[in-house]
């Protein structure tokens, strides 16, 4: 008869879950693509690093502003008493108007300003009646010494340039760690799955052998400390179950923003991405091989183009300039701008230069401290990354080990359940040791699973640090 019972333990644990592995059964379940899918499509997170980048792009459009074609145009209206120089005491009544607009364009390339426009004075004296002055110019502006070639006006163009491509880089690294923090909530997701389906089994277990020592314990077979041993057991086994339906409730609640209710992941992705990454490896990749290398190099690429243009700075300004015009004067509107035959030009220089120039020395002087703290913070970063890959490594050659220890303590472990079991059946085994043994195969079950998983987070991991 006791025989017969201890058979009958595993149907009465499956009686006992059934109603639980139905309820998992209607739920929706979730492939890793299809849930990577969604959270890259969903995550604000996301949304939010892209909004960087976009504002590095305005960034770049306003920079560029400096070569925009600026139009001009102004008049005014003027009447005043001019003394006349032949006859003492004598006035003129002068009115007239002007009347100009123009056209203007820096040439970043070359640091040249071009403009062109025409003109238009009207002058009416009682003296000689009305007067009509025409006229048209191009004139240029050229830096020859501080801003030579546009090097200072072209600066703000390549470098939100340069700063653009930095926060593309950035943003790919951002959402690959947001991305990889989810990747491992999925597995994680999986691991606590499978621990709540392991205990409900232990539970169902364990109730079945509570229910057969109070049988034996109303027929005066085994004592009443049996009975309490084997409650205890079933109290523990509730109270790990409860625990971690509170780890699941706190998973599902952060993947509510992004998932319906009723959906479950599927429990086969974790033995399918173990055995990808237990066959995968590690691969040697230097640090300079990485992005955040790269964000480094154009960081420092950055600066130091900075500083070229802040030595620019210090140079004395140094502008060539010159105006060409054609004019012509008539008493006729018509007939002023009939010809413009007449020409004026000059090409002179202006110079200009702040004594010691503080300004732009405390500039570049920054300037040079900043790429000194980005040369270390490169050197810190690639002894942090050596280490972090060397742990990383360790780690999973541990893990990797004790997951073949403990799938073989596993098979022990079950050998020996079968064992007292089945002496306890023939009665020279008491209730505390199937119990025991019931207590050790659930712990090494539940350990093999959170290696799986954590062998897979190392993995993750390291592709996140090497990439």
């Known amino acids: 008869m006791r025989r017969v019972i201890i058979m009958l333990l595993p149907v009465f644990a499956a009686v006992l879950l059934q109603p639980a592995l139905n309820a998992q059964d209607v739920k929706r379940k979730l492939t890793y693509n299809e849930y990577m899918k969604a959270v890259t499509e969903k995550l604000p997170e996301l949304k939010r690093n892209r909004l960087q980048v976009l504002k590095a792009e305005n960034n770049l459009k306003s920079a560029d502003s400096s070569s925009d074609i600026n139009i001009t145009a102004g008049g005014s209206y003027s009447s005043s008493d001019e003394y006349s120089s032949m006859q003492y005491g004598h006035t003129n009544r002068v009115t007239g108007y002007s009347l100009n607009a123009g056209v203007s364009k820096r040439f970043t390339a070359t640091g040249t300003t071009l403009e062109a426009g025409v003109e238009h004075d009207f002058r009416n004296t009682e003296s000689f009646g009305n007067s009509h002055y025409p006229s048209v110019y191009l004139q240029f502006s050229q830096s020859v010494l501080k ?137 040697e990749i230097p640090f300079s091989g990485t992005r955040s290398a790269a964000i480094y190099r154009l960081a420092r690429s950055r600066l130091e183009y900075t500083k070229g243009v802040g030595e620019n700075r210090l140079l004395p300004q140094l502008d060539i300039t010159g105006r060409y015009t054609r004019k012509a004067m008539d008493s006729e509107f018509p007939g002023s701008w009939s010809g413009l035959d007449d020409s004026d030009y000059y090409i002179g220089f202006t110079a200009s230069y702040p004594l010691w120039n503080t300004g732009e020395s405390g500039a570049l002087k920054e300037t040079e401290l900043a790429i000194d703290e980005i040369n270390t913070e490169y050197d810190v970063s690639e002894n942090s990354y050596r280490k972090e890959v060397e742990k990383l490594k360790k780690s999973r050659d541990s893990v990797s080990r004790m997951i073949k220890l403990a799938e073989e303590r596993i098979r022990l472990l079950q050998s020996r359940y079968d064992s007292v079991s089945r002496k306890y059946r023939q009665g020279n085994y008491q209730i505390q040791q199937v119990i025991d043994a019931l207590r050790d195969i659930t712990e090494e079950k539940t350990r093999l699973i959170r290696y799986k998983n954590t062998l897979i987070q190392y993995h993750i991991d390291y592709t996140d640090l090497t990439s």
């Open 147 to 283: 801003n030579s070639f546009g090097v200072v006006d072209r600066y703000a163009v390549n470098n939100a340039t340069m700063q653009l491509e930095i926060e593309k880089l950035k943003q790919a690294e951002s959402d690959k760690t947001t991305l990889n923090y989810y990747k491992k909530l999925y597995f994680s997701w999986i691991e606590t799955a499978a621990r709540i389906e392991l205990m409900k089994e232990s539970v169902g277990y364990a109730s079945a052998i509570e229910a057969d020592t109070a049988r034996k314990y109303r027929s005066g077979l085994v004592p009443e400390e049996d009975l309490l041993n084997a409650r205890a057991a079933v109290s523990q086994y509730k109270i790990s179950y409860e625990e971690l339906l509170s780890v699941m409730a706190g998973i599902e609640a952060e993947l509510a923003v992004l998932f319906e209710a009723g959906t479950a992941p599927e429990s086969e992705e974790l033995d399918a991405r173990y055995g990808e990454v237990s066959a995968a490896g590690y691969g």
